[in-house]
């Protein structure tokens, strides 16, 4: 049976923002609130931590890596990289329990690229040659936004790669109804000469994409879905429709937040892919 959980957070964190990082382009640092890692949770710096290279089907992608234990592949949205995406009270809390790596898609941040057209499947590859050239046959993955249909298509494709799996912001397809204002974005963004090629080629991508509802009911792995009740850019209706389709997942909705929604409620969000990460949910024998 799915399981849908209504998480209610305190007013304080409920601030609803259109745009975020891992949709589209970045905001400047002050749009986003500054939260401190709360004290049983130490502290962690991106731009303290060395940037890594690894050699993945012919490219070099840059990483970082924080914490030990399991290991956390968090895959980054559209147009974010791993400078940009990922909030440091989030990585903290994921990083006092799991070895957390992040990265950046081919031609974004620290990462090279080649004359490979871009698509989802490509970016899934390359999620699984990281993984495999990082020395792993397996990780837990958390994808957000694009980086969640990259994590679908990783799961589908290469199935073996991954344990368990968090979708946040999450969609099957950028072509649904409900997803009408993140297509515009998309398909705006794949001609817009002021991108950065590597955004351009992320669009590109997306708007190639079939999207992967046929496939969701195939997948057998533990899945949680997340996802804000403000988003307007992937709505909660989308999470709560594929909930329905991927057997025995998780949802759970945070109300008033918007999409991406670990940029304002850190601390929620983190606790709550420990608390699934590290949930036991094996038939008693």
């Given at each position: 049976?799915?399981?849908?959980?209504?998480?209610?957070?305190?007013?304080?964190?409920?601030?609803?923002?259109?745009?975020?990082?891992?949709?589209?382009?970045?905001?400047?640092?002050?749009?986003?609130?500054?939260v401190q890692?709360?004290?049983?949770?130490?502290?962690?710096?991106?731009?303290?931590?060395?940037?890594?290279?690894?050699?993945?089907?012919?490219?070099?992608?840059?990483?970082?890596?924080?914490?030990?234990?399991e290991p956390?592949?968090?895959?980054?949205?559209?147009?974010?990289?791993?400078?940009?995406?990922?909030?440091?009270?989030?990585?903290?809390?994921?990083?006092?329990?799991?070895?957390?790596?992040?990265?950046?898609?081919?031609?974004?941040?620290?990462?090279?690229?080649?004359?490979?057209?871009?698509?989802?499947?490509?970016?899934?590859?390359?999620?699984?040659?990281?993984?495999?050239?990082?020395?792993?046959?397996?990780?837990?993955?958390?994808?957000?936004?694009?980086?969640?249909?990259?994590?679908?298509?990783?799961?589908?494709?290469?199935?073996?790669?991954?344990?368990?799996?968090?979708?946040?912001?999450?969609?099957?397809?950028?072509?649904?109804?409900?997803?009408?204002?993140?297509?515009?974005?998309?398909?705006?963004?794949?001609?817009?000469?002021?991108?950065?090629?590597?955004?351009?080629?992320?669009?590109?991508?997306?708007?190639?994409?079939?999207?992967?509802?046929?496939?969701?009911?195939?997948?057998?792995?533990?899945?949680?879905?997340?996802?804000?009740?403000?988003?307007?850019?992937?709505?909660?209706?989308?999470?709560?429709?594929?909930?329905?389709?991927?057997?025995?997942?998780?949802?759970?909705?945070?109300?008033?937040?918007?999409?991406?929604?670990?940029?304002?409620?850190?601390?929620?969000?983190?606790?709550n892919a420990?608390?699934?990460?590290?949930?036991?949910?094996?038939?008693?024998?």
């Amino acid at each position: 049976m799915n399981k849908i959980v209504l998480v209610i957070l305190p007013i304080a964190v409920i601030i609803a923002i259109l745009f975020t990082a891992g949709c589209t382009t970045a905001p400047p640092a002050s749009t986003s609130p500054v939260v401190q890692a709360t004290p049983h949770y130490p502290a962690v710096s991106i731009n303290a931590t060395p940037v890594q290279y690894a050699e993945v089907n012919g490219i070099t992608l840059g990483y970082r890596e924080f914490g030990a234990g399991e290991p956390l592949l968090l895959v980054a949205g559209f147009s974010a990289t791993m400078d940009t995406q990922w909030n440091e009270t989030f990585l903290s809390i994921l990083a006092s329990k799991y070895h957390v790596y992040t990265y950046d898609h081919r031609r974004m941040g620290y990462s090279g690229d080649d004359d490979a057209p871009p698509t989802i499947s490509l970016y899934a590859d390359d999620a699984a040659g990281l993984i495999s050239a990082l020395g792993y046959d397996s990780m837990h993955v958390y994808g957000v936004s694009m980086g969640s249909s990259v994590s679908q298509k990783l799961v589908i494709d290469h199935p073996e790669r991954v344990r368990k799996l968090v979708l946040d912001s999450v969609t099957y397809s950028i072509y649904v109804p409900e997803t009408k204002l993140l297509y515009t974005i998309i398909n705006r963004s794949a001609t817009d000469s002021t991108q950065p090629a590597g955004v351009r080629e992320e669009a590109e991508a997306n708007l190639v994409w079939n999207g992967s509802w046929d496939k969701l009911s195939a997948i057998d792995k533990d899945v949680m879905l997340v996802v804000g009740t403000d988003d307007v850019l992937t709505p909660d209706e989308v999470a709560v429709r594929m909930t329905g389709q991927i057997n025995d997942s998780w949802l759970v909705r945070f109300k008033g937040l918007p999409h991406v929604g670990s940029h304002y409620a850190p601390v929620e969000y983190g606790e709550n892919a420990l608390n699934f990460l590290e949930m036991d949910e094996s038939p008693l024998e």
